[in-house]
């Protein structure tokens, strides 16, 4: 090459590779502030959440490092921020009857990578919240310790407005009662005038023996009336925080089938227990183990009317399965349809017709 057509060539040349590293500067600029753009719509988004999203640092011993909080958790807990802008732990604002429940919580996030639990704060102003807290463990070091990040939601009025559609649905099944309870009270409330108009003439006649023996029948019929009464009572007062306790499930059963043994009989069910004998109790709600046998039944009933009569058939059973006590109940009834299954607790999910049953669902 003569020298002009070289030195044309090397300021072409340098030419391009000013081009070239222009371009990949700009790129670079612009993936810089494609990313800075991203993280500042994510920390948008994040701080304007509903819910608290934190990142914490759980030690080997159990102990919670909180790292970073989303402003969120001080609207939840109450509480201002801490230095740096992180809010304080909201641990220690936890109930102390929920104490031992968060730290299974904590045992079971360090064992399973992820775990869930519900408590109640006690925040500054002395108002309670009941709260979800959902963590899973993002990775682990050698020194046992692991960091975590999760969020805290406030489940306070999704829980006060499941309560309030748990008693609805609850005065709806009270309702379809009605008219079996009222002919379970008229039976002993017409033995009890029967009888009394007998011991009265067998006063009357001098025969003491007699008179007694119907006060007695009396005596019975009322102590008949009041179990129906106090199971009736018991079912529909309001939902509260009762104490765990040991329930014997064959008195509860019998109970259930108190409440709801006239309706079974109308439609001609027979309700089949096999409940065996020293049945060890269970630690539970009393009144929450009979409201769950008498939906269960009603249930049942509601599914086996479309079978003939004859076919009608409700079996309960129970057995020891290890520390635990396993009770069924079945029913010859058409069973839920198999693509209804997956979505049984949705909200207002419901095989029956829209005459029947509160339309809430299982959920």
Do not use: C
Not at 103 to 114: I, K, Q
Not at 176 to 202: C, D, K, S, W
Request: zero cysteines; aromatic letters at 4%; charged letters at 25%.
């Amino acid at each position: 090459f003569t020298p002009v057509r070289r030195t044309v060539y090397a300021v072409a040349g340098g030419m391009l590779l000013l081009v070239f590293v222009l371009a990949v500067t700009i790129l670079a600029v612009l993936r810089r502030r494609s990313r800075l753009a991203a993280l500042g719509l994510l920390n948008e988004t994040v701080e304007n959440l509903p819910v608290a999203v934190y990142r914490a640092r759980l030690d080997a011993s159990g102990g919670w490092v909180l790292r970073y909080a989303s402003p969120a958790l001080s609207t939840i807990t109450g509480e201002p921020s801490a230095h740096g802008g992180v809010p304080a732990d909201w641990r220690a604002l936890v109930e102390p009857v929920s104490r031992p429940v968060f730290a299974r919580f904590t045992d079971t996030l360090r064992a399973e990578g992820s775990a869930t639990v519900e408590v109640r704060l006690l925040r500054p102003d002395g108002t309670w919240r009941l709260v979800r807290d959902r963590a899973r463990i993002l990775r682990r070091t050698k020194d046992g310790s692991s960091e975590v990040s999760g969020f805290l939601a406030d489940v306070t009025e999704m829980r006060a407005t499941e309560r309030r559609a748990s008693e609805t649905a609850k005065l709806a099944t009270l309702g379809g009662l009605a008219a079996g309870l009222a002919h379970e009270l008229n039976q002993p409330l017409t033995a009890v005038l029967l009888a009394a108009e007998n011991a009265q003439h067998a006063i009357e006649t001098g025969d003491a023996p007699g008179a007694l023996r119907r006060i007695e029948r009396i005596i019975g019929e009322v102590e008949r009336t009041q179990s129906i009464t106090g199971h009736l009572q018991r079912i529909s007062r309001a939902e509260g925080r009762d104490p765990l306790r040991a329930v014997d499930l064959a008195e509860a059963w019998r109970g259930a089938l108190l409440m709801t043994g006239a309706a079974l009989r109308h439609d001609s069910i027979q309700v089949t227990p096999a409940l065996p004998e020293g049945l060890p109790a269970v630690t539970a709600r009393p009144v929450q183990v009979e409201q769950i046998f008498v939906n269960l039944l009603l249930n049942a009933r509601d599914a086996l009317q479309a079978r003939p009569v004859g076919q009608r058939h409700i079996l309960a059973e129970a057995s020891l399965r290890g520390g635990d006590v396993v009770l069924r109940i079945r029913d010859t009834g058409a069973g839920i349809p198999p693509d209804l299954l997956p979505r049984l607790f949705e909200p207002f999910v419901t095989t029956k017709p829209a005459a029947a049953g509160t339309r809430l669902g299982l959920s």
